[in-house]
């Protein structure tokens, strides 16, 4: 983004991270613009890539999708062929909802979402293992979820958040 944000756009960015379904006016009414300029700032927020999409974020474990594993992943020969083959795979399927690659042992970081033990197993073996690239998989079931947001720490990169918030 070639223009800096400002007070105004940390606290309309604040905002929407936290509720997108907030209307331009009562975003406008918030920050103390009226709707069109707030309007143009969401929107030169938006062309510029700052905001990404909007989205709705469900309750899982009433959709009864409570099941929640991190697994690292190693391939069995991590060429960039085999590396590209995995992430194209991955990308496919919906029960992976977080991939990374990360430094240290393992090639890959992934957060699962699935109905109970059962459905994980047969996702391993029949999604995961069948792709015939990883040679370990190491899981850790979520006990618990301390923490889980999407909002980005805008404090972090703008001043005037942490001051106007």
């Excluded at 474990?61 to 391939?75: A, D, I, M, N, Q």
């Amino acid at each position: 983004m070639s223009d800096p944000i400002d007070a105004v756009d940390a606290r309309i960015l604040d905002l929407i991270q936290h509720d997108a379904g907030l209307s331009v006016a009562e975003v406008a009414e918030r920050v103390g613009l009226s709707s069109s300029p707030c309007w143009r700032r969401i929107k030169r927020l938006e062309d510029s890539g700052v905001i990404q999409r909007r989205v709705t974020i469900l309750d899982r474990e009433r959709l009864g999708l409570s099941f929640e594993v991190y697994c690292t992943v190693k391939l069995s020969l991590p060429t960039k062929d085999n590396l590209d083959a995995f992430e194209t795979a991955i990308a496919d399927l919906a029960e992976v909802v977080q991939c990374a690659t990360v430094t240290g042992s393992a090639d890959y970081e992934l957060r699962i979402v699935t109905r109970d033990m059962h459905a994980f197993d047969a996702f391993l073996r029949n999604r995961i293992l069948s792709l015939g690239l990883v040679s370990n998989i190491e899981s850790r079931i979520v006990i618990r979820s301390v923490k889980n947001t999407t909002c980005a720490p805008l404090g972090l990169v703008c001043t005037h958040l942490a001051q106007t918030v």
